[in-house]
């Protein structure tokens, strides 16, 4: 207890040291809030410049803003992209408080905008972040016309998928266990839908996406290769709204509106596959007499908000989502002496929740306290019974399950003493609790029942963090330093990390900078996961006293240009070094050998990833779009693998390229493209084959041999494109929109698999050679989808 109370009197110490701030007369300090003028939806990032002291402001994830300038007139110029800018003059002697609404423009090219209202790309501080607008999501064509926010963010520079159609994030080396991926603030641990098909996140219901890939800000930490967060719609303060749409695959609807306006307000959205629905009529009329097919096979989104706006200094929201993806069937065999039925399938699914409560305790000083819930739950059932005349009933039944849950608690202070400096502050607390594998079996058959449970037991752990940063600017040099204080308690074992952040950004003329940032992360939990394919059976597992928590260091070096008023272009380099990665052993894995302890099952190691990445991005007008190239290379060390060499991790890609792009051509016309190119990723072609150990007398077939990920599939590249067809009708809009998937139709791999080929000579079978052929799953896929607002 003393240890950790002279650490948290150093933290205090610091901050006292680094944040010295002065008050001078004469000085009021402007504050409130933005909104849209429409919904009365906060706008996040949103601009302030008072133009005759050139200093400015953006505003918080809530939408407040602080500004402290001196006294007398004052001009402000309120600005965000895709909205008309507004001007408010007044002769300022207090303390001020504001409400602003902005009016969206859907044209976006009749907005004059003068470019130093707004903080350009190399004015800000922060390196390594993109924040890619809700609308250019649903624009950018996908698998199925299904539109989705991680494969729009698959496209940015520095982010790879982990295969062809699916929507893992793997960020600057990293897997996708060290990706912290918030909902409304609350981690969300599976991310997809239909094996990784789909993510879980319904555009419809999403106001603002930002990925954060390096350069970290203190008041982030928990993983090692990104944050990305997500926000939900708050809903329409001002007029009950609606949207939806109907695709091949699914159906989603989204409702919104004020319980008392200007006051209250809730949003709630739901999506569902119909796959099922569809199927099980089909099924059903080709069964012959006596039998019974009934397949689950889909999955649903269901997102819900309240907020309430207590007066202009308190707001609470209470957010929540639930999820799940349902593949089982039941198959029923009934005759005159007998009967039997088989079960089989999996369910898995999120669920979470967070109340949040804001309050502007001071013009200068706003808080944020935040309760969460998230649990994360996996269930593989099999089953078999049977009753007759004839014979003694015979039943048996198998259920693995898994999964991890979550209660947390944090408050974040936003401190903006003057325009020269922004200072975060907070604390936070989670208690997760750990479900890491576990096979119950039962089984009744001739007056004799057996029942049991093999695998771990729960585990309970509990982090805490606190931090401190002051985003602050000296002359042409803007900084971001701060420290972020980490702690993990499990099973009696205590770690704690003390963990520096700086970013900084130099100003080389009003269209120049050049940036530079460093940050150390550490993550203590971890997902077991299979390098092949990402599957809901990955199991969360905590640190331990075997199992350290991964560490990682990045340093990253950039310049950015505003080019005219719409291009923004930035590089950036890279180095990253990751200690105590987590992998399988070789031959090991989730289901066999239950009875053994998961650590047992893994190692640790080291990573090493660095490269470049170039972005060129057009955010308003008609064209708009980006060009992302992405240079890389990823290795991983571990002593038990591969007899301890590096070797390239699987998704080492050296060149990655994508280009997207959305035109209006006219108000009721837009078309969208996405091309993309990725060398291929890196595979192991076994040697030779044994017998591993498996569990109730089944050994599966273990392949190993050859050098770790030696060989490269083919690369892969693909054209997407798609037209959207818009209609203003009296109630509201409608859209039909059209789109093709692998235009070309390119054959780009997916799995790789092995055959034996007879090899002949003289007509004559002299023996056999083993054969690897590439395969693709996905050739050109047109979709089509009818989607509404009113």
């Known amino acids: 207890m003393h240890k950790h109370t002279r650490v948290l009197r150093q933290v205090l110490s610091f901050t006292s040291f680094l944040f010295p701030f002065l008050t001078f007369a004469q000085k009021s300090t402007i504050s409130g809030y933005i909104v849209d003028d429409a919904n009365g939806e906060s706008l996040i990032s949103a601009n302030v410049y008072e133009e005759r002291s050139s200093s400015g402001a953006i505003t918080n994830t809530y939408g407040f803003f602080s500004l402290t300038v001196d006294n007398g007139p004052v001009s402000l110029a309120f600005s ?18 504001l409400t602003v609404s902005l009016t969206s423009d859907l044209t976006l090219e009749t907005v004059e905008v003068v470019a130093e209202k707004y903080e350009r790309i190399e004015q800000n501080t922060q390196m390594s972040q993109i924040s890619v607008p809700i609308e250019q999501i649903k624009y950018t064509p996908t698998l199925l016309g299904e539109k989705d926010v991680l494969k729009t963010l698959q496209l940015l520079p520095g982010v790879q998928a982990g295969g062809e159609g699916q929507t893992g994030l793997y960020v600057r080396g990293g897997s996708p266990d060290q990706n912290l991926i918030l909902l409304d603030g609350v981690p969300i641990y599976n991310v997809s839908h239909v094996l990784g098909i789909f993510s879980v996140f319904n555009p419809d219901a999403i106001k603002n996406v930002t990925l954060t890939k390096g350069g970290f800000p203190a008041r982030y930490g928990g993983r090692l290769s990104s944050i990305l967060e997500i926000n939900m719609k708050e809903g329409n303060m ?56 009934d397949p689950s096979l889909y999955f649903f989104d269901l997102n819900a908000k309240i907020q309430h706006k207590i007066n202009d200094k308190h707001r609470i929201f209470l957010s929540g989502y ?46 944020n306290t935040t309760l969460t819930y998230s649990k994360y739950r996996i ?169 350290r928590p991964q560490r990682s260091w990045q340093a990253a070096i950039g310049a950015a240009r505003t080019i005219g008023d719409d291009y923004e272009i930035s590089l950036e380099a890279y180095y990253k070094e990751m200690d105590d990665v987590i992998s399988f052993k070789e031959g090991a894995s989730f289901l066999f050998g239950l009875e053994n302890d998961w650590q047992d099952k893994v190692t640790q190691g080291d990573g090493e990833t660095y490269g470049a990445e170039l972005f060129l991005q057009k955010k308003k007008g008609r064209f708009s779009g980006w060009f992302g190239y992405t240079l890389a ?45 990725g060398t291929g990723n890196a595979v192991t072609i076994p040697e030779f084959v044994y017998e591993g150990a498996g569990v109730r007398g089944w050994n599966p077939e273990i ?88």
């Open 322 to 367: 639930a999820g799940s993806d349902l593949f089982k069937f039941k198959y029923s065999d009934v005759s005159e002496n007998e009967r039997s039925e088989s079960t089989g399938g999996l369910d898995w699914g999120n669920l979470i929740s967070a109340l949040r409560w804001n309050y502007q305790i001071t013009p200068k000083l706003f808080a």
């Open 379 to 547: 269930d593989i059932i099999a089953g078999y019974s049977t009753q007759s005349e004839f014979i003694e009933d015979e039943s048996f039944s198998a259920k693995y399950f898994s999964g991890i849950e979550d209660l947390g608690a944090k408050i974040d202070f936003d401190f903006i003493p003057n325009p020269n400096h922004y200072v975060r502050f907070g604390v936070s607390a989670t208690h997760h609790t750990y479900s890491p594998g576990a096979l119950s079996y039962a089984q009744a058959y001739e007056e004799v029942d057996f029942d049991t449970l093999i695998g771990s037991n729960e585990v309970g752990s509990r982090e805490y963090g606190i931090y401190v940063e002051d985003d602050f600017a000296i002359g042409d040099l803007k900084v971001n330093a701060g420290l972020h204080l980490s702690a993990f308690d499990v099973d009696g074992e205590f770690y704690s990390s003390l963990q520096p952040r700086l970013g900084a950004r130099y100003l080389v003329n009003d269209r120049w900078s050049l940036k530079a940032s460093f940050s150390t992360m550490a993550q203590y939990i971890n997902l077991l996961t299979s390098e092949s394919l990402s599957l809901p059976t990955d199991l969360w597992v905590p640190s331990t006293a075997r199992i």
């Open 238 to 293: 001002r007029e009950f709204h609606g949207e939806g749409s109907v695709g091949l695959i699914s159906s989603k609807l989204t409702l919104q509106g004020p319980i008392v306006k200007d006051k209250t307000s809730f949003l709630i959205s739901g999506r569902r596959t119909y796959a099922d629905l569809i199927a099980r009529p089909i099924i059903k009329s080709q069964s012959v007499e006596g039998e019974e097919v």
């Open 80 to 97: 965000y992209i895709g909205y008309q800018s507004s001007t408010f003059s007044f002769d300022l002697q207090g303390d001020t408080s």
């Open 633 to 677: 290379w990823n290795y991983r060390q571990f002593d038990e693998i591969n007899s301890g060499r590096r070797y390239p991790f699987r998704y080492d890609r050296r060149h990655d390229i994508s280009i997207v792009g959305s035109y209006k051509w006219t108000d009721k016309i837009r078309i969208s493209g996405t091309w993309v190119y």
């Open 703 to 790: 392949e190993s041999g050859g050098r770790k990920n030696e060989f490269r599939m083919t690369s892969y590249h693909r054209l997407d494109l798609g037209i959207d067809f818009i209609k203003q009708k009296k109630w509201g809009e409608r859209t039909w929109s059209v789109g093709v998937y692998n235009l070309y139709n390119h054959r780009n791999p997916y799995f790789l698999d092995d055959t034996n080929e007879a090899i002949i000579e003289d007509g004559q079978y002299v023996g056999s050679r083993r054969v690897f052929r590439e395969f693709s799953i996905l050739p050109i896929i047109p979709s089509v989808s009818y989607s509404f607002k009113f």
